[in-house]
């Protein structure tokens, strides 16, 4: 089984659409999850973290699930400009290891 | 301040011949790595340095790849004998330390061998 997995998509949605994007990990033990964002043939950057009791940054919503090791990423009201690759990453312990990225999802929005 | 730099941000190369991509973290960062992306598909672990030591190595595909890092700043991704199946985008990023909530990621090296 690979540590981090997601749906590879696309997912296309019109605008003003909300579309969810879900995440599974391996490791029982990982400590600290977050979403980035990779626009076409650009380089990653954190979207955000995600916490235990779930968090919301404008229009975008993480969950965490721990005991299904189960992350989620909700989206509302899309925008053109959120058209990209969402990675969902794992740190697998709390000690000096470097970031597991899952290969992503594509979302294209459609005006 | 100055975020991660990589140079050549393109590099085209015949098979068989040796490159070197090179990689500036952000001042004061000890955690530096190195990932690979093939067209459409997703970041590949190649390589991480905590200050000038690499703890894991695991990722480099083969021995035709070695990395170092001296000072703890700058480091250089090395292949040798490159082939057609090292074509890929070369990213690099650093953090603070290893594991650190953020990795700030350079604007990657774009590698195509003929």
């Known amino acids: 089984r690979k540590e981090v997995e997601q749906d590879p998509g696309p997912f296309n949605v019109p605008e003003g659409a909300t579309v969810a994007f879900n995440c599974t990990y391996s490791?029982?033990?990982?400590?600290?999850f977050f979403w980035y964002r990779q626009d076409c043939r650009k380089e990653p950057k954190l979207l955000m973290s995600?916490?235990?009791s779930g968090n919301e940054d404008g229009r975008f919503t993480a969950q965490l699930n721990r005991a299904s090791q189960y992350i989620s990423l909700l989206i509302r009201d899309s925008k053109l400009s959120d058209s990209a690759t969402y990675l969902c990453?794992?740190?697998?312990?709390?000690?000096?290891?470097?970031?597991?990225f899952g290969k992503g999802t594509r979302l294209s929005v459609i005006a | 301040g100055a975020g991660v730099s990589q140079s050549p941000s393109n590099k085209v190369t015949e098979k068989g011949k040796d490159v070197e991509l090179r990689c500036d973290p952000i001042?004061?960062?000890?955690?530096l790595y190195w990932y690979r992306q093939s067209l459409g598909q997703g970041l590949e672990f190649l390589i991480y340095?905590?200050?000038?030591?690499?703890?894991?190595k695991s990722g480099l595909p083969s021995d035709r790849f070695s990395a170092e890092r001296t000072g703890g700043s700058v480091s250089t991704l090395t292949i040798q004998r490159t082939q057609q199946e090292d074509s890929a985008v070369y990213l690099c990023?650093?953090?603070?330390?290893?594991?650190?909530?953020?990795?700030?990621f350079g604007p990657g090296t774009r590698l195509l061998v003929l």
């Open positions: 990023a650093s953090s603070p330390l290893a594991g650190a909530e953020t990795q700030y």
């Open positions: 490791n029982s033990a990982s400590q600290s």
């Open positions: 995600v916490y235990s």
């Open positions: 990453v794992v740190n697998p312990s709390s000690g000096n290891t470097p970031l597991v």
């Open positions: 001042s004061g960062h000890t955690a």
């Open positions: 340095f905590q200050g000038n030591s690499a703890p894991d």
